[in-house]
């Protein structure tokens, strides 16, 4: 059974960091693409940085970029994210899929249960 499962969500103060971690287990994440999500009120989850199963450029969402960082290794996907602001503050969902070809919620079939992440003084 395909499962992912999201860690790492918490409160911060505005300028700080957390490290979100995305397991997968049931499957070997070496073939997926795989991203982090946000959701957006009244829209579908916004793709806020996804990577390719083969590596390559990661695409990151205009507003994370030089801050959030993506990676993977072994059957995890890490999202770092540096300078938090409060506009950062919602539930995070990690996603996976082999056949993802853009960072688009349409795109990936697997889903985490999201993470809560708020960036509040």
């Known amino acids: 059974q395909v499962q992912l499962v999201e860690s790492g969500g918490g409160l911060v103060q505005p300028g700080g960091s957390l490290r979100l971690s995305c397991a997968a287990s049931?499957?070997?994440?070496?073939?997926?693409?795989v991203g982090w999500f946000r959701k957006v009120p009244g829209k579908e989850r916004e793709g806020v940085s996804c990577?390719?199963?083969?590596?390559?450029t990661p695409y990151y969402a205009d507003s994370v970029k030089g801050r959030f960082t993506i990676s993977r290794a072994r059957n995890t996907v890490y999202l770092q994210m540096n300078s938090l602001k409060p506009e950062d503050t919602d539930v995070y969902y990690c996603?996976?899929?082999?056949?993802?070809?853009?960072?688009?919620?349409?795109?990936?079939?697997?889903w985490g249960q999201g993470t809560q992440v708020t960036v509040s003084s």
């Open positions: 996603a996976a899929d082999p056949g993802a070809t853009m960072c688009l919620e349409t795109d990936f079939a697997s």
């Open positions: 049931g499957f070997s994440l070496d073939a997926y693409a």
């Open positions: 990577i390719s199963s083969s590596g390559g």
